[in-house]
């Protein structure tokens, strides 16, 4: 059968018509995103940590909010995603993204019906099994799929998302996009600079008529989960050392004065019973997440935080004639965050400002923000580069620190004040979270999606 051309538009009743909507999955190191072509938000946002009890033949993995956050016996918690955003454990990545989706979007996969425990047992009058039938559909056999990945995934990594797609899933149609691209088109810009921090990864990536400029493309990991290490470190240095209590351990508390001791009653959990070491790390950056929503800020300038004003005081002395900052942890600790709050994040700026010990060194000044948006538009044409600065696309969930946006702008201003600076971040939330989903939402949902998808063989 002769393939279908790209010039002639599909009929309703196939995978590009408007009876079946395409499927968009972004998966990322804090979470995955999934959702139908052409809505604003996604409608399944599931973690990518995934829960593992037991051991043997009696080990079993637990996706979703529910399972993970539930303290069950040797719960121990693990993440498929690597530090730089690409799959590291593709048979758990499989499993965990066949979860978003058919948890929330489409049904899961129908069992057999002579063993779902619907039927009588087989007395031998049963139909017998066929040759070179599968046993069950799959659950995606009637909705185009595509997927967001990084600016700088593989060759192996591309090949075996399309293996997944369209043999384990029976996707009709598959397409990767790239991330920083995606993103560009949610903002509703073909050419821009996407600036984009998530959890694990701050990545720039150079976006010139609707494709990315591979070789410009760079990335570092002071993102979000750097920032919870310095808050860590920032915790355990104080005088006294501020407790990180998770909710799950607070049985009861008791209000307290600011900077007093907390008085709570804690739950305690025998040794057979309790989860595993993983399992707190995670609830702990639960509570750090919280932390650095209500409280971190990024220092707003002029010049950084470290740097000396006319009166030769530090800008961070200078912060603490500001106004702080109360937090509360979850067994009753409390305390007002003043200049401090606003050092966790500094590092991403200025590599000497990041804390440090044995065990978590300073990060390198080439992975600083400023210095990766050197190296990104030093490898781009003379001629697109002012366009580039014109169209700065700031996204990802750790961009919503308060006063980051203001930051970038000042640090491009300072390395390019000849060009003109302008700076597109969404002041809507979700927007900023899920701009790479919102951008393959769009291009999903447009009518020309089948002349750029790839098609399956049973298809072709």
């Known amino acids: 059968m002769a393939a279908q051309s790209s010039a002639i538009p599909p009929s309703n009743a196939e995978y590009g018509g408007d009876e079946i909507s395409a499927l968009v999955l972004d998966p990322g190191y804090s979470s995955t995103r999934a959702g139908f072509a052409g809505e604003d938000v996604p409608k399944s946002v599931t973690p990518s940590y995934y829960g593992t009890t037991g051991s043997g033949s009696d080990r079993k ?31 758990v990545a499989t499993n965990l993204w066949e979860y978003a989706i058919t948890s929330r979007l489409t049904s899961a996969k129908p069992g057999n019906p002579l063993t779902n425990g619907l039927n009588n047992k087989s007395n031998g009058d049963q139909d017998i099994k066929m040759e070179n039938v599968e046993e069950q559909e799959k659950p995606l056999e009637e909705n185009p799929l595509l997927i967001t990945e990084s600016g ?10 399309i293996e997944i797609a369209m043999e384990n899933w029976g996707c009709p149609a598959f397409w990767l996009g790239r ?14 600079l996407v600036l984009d921090i998530g959890a694990s990864t701050l990545s720039l990536t150079p976006v010139h008529d609707g494709l990315i400029l591979r070789k410009s ?11 919870s290490q310095q808050l860590r470190l920032l915790f355990s240095t104080s005088q006294p050392p501020i407790p990180l209590t998770p909710h799950y351990l607070v049985n009861s508390k008791t209000p307290v004065d600011a900077g007093a001791p907390p008085n709570a009653t804690y739950r305690n959990f025998p040794p057979h ?21 209500s409280v971190v800020q990024v220092w707003p300038g002029p010049g ?3 740097a000396h004003n006319q009166n030769g005081l530090t800008n961070e002395d200078v912060a603490k004639s500001y106004p702080g900052r109360p937090f509360e942890m979850p067994d009753g600790w409390n ?33 600083t923000l400023p210095e990766l948006i050197k190296q990104s538009l030093a490898n781009v044409d003379t001629d697109i580069k002012p366009h580039l600065l014109s169209n700065v696309v700031v996204t990802g969930g750790s961009s919503l620190l308060h ?7 000042q640090e491009l201003m300072m390395l390019f004040p000849a060009p003109r600076v302008r700076i597109s971040a969404p002041g809507n939330t979700a927007e900023r979270r899920f701009a790479s989903w919102i951008g393959g939402s769009i291009l999903a949902s447009l009518g020309t999606f089948h002349q750029v998808s790839a098609l399956s063989p049973l298809l072709a």
């Not at 493309?217 to 920032?227: E, Q, W, Y």
């Open 61 to 91: 993995h637990l996706f979703g909010d529910n399972s993970v956050h539930n303290p069950l016996p040797g719960l121990s918690i693990a993440n498929p995603m690597s530090k730089d955003g690409t799959v590291e454990d593709w048979d």
């Open 152 to 161: 700088w995934n593989g060759g192996r990594n591309r090949e075996k998302s």
């Open 179 to 192: 991330s920083g691209a995606l993103a560009a088109f949610s903002a509703g810009k073909p050419s821009a």
């Open 217 to 227: 493309t760079v990335h570092s990991p002071l993102a979000g989960n750097f920032i």
């Open 273 to 293: 019973l309790s989860p595993h070491p993983s399992f707190r790390l995670l609830q702990e950056e639960r509570v750090l997440t919280e932390f650095k929503e």
């Open 304 to 306: 950084r935080l470290s």
């Open 335 to 367: 305390q007002m965050f003043s200049a401090e709050r606003y050092r966790p994040a500094e590092g991403i700026f200025d590599a000497k400002m990041a804390l440090s010990d044995p065990e978590n060194p300073a990060p390198l000044a080439s992975q």
């Open 403 to 409: 006063g980051f946006t203001d930051r970038v702008n």
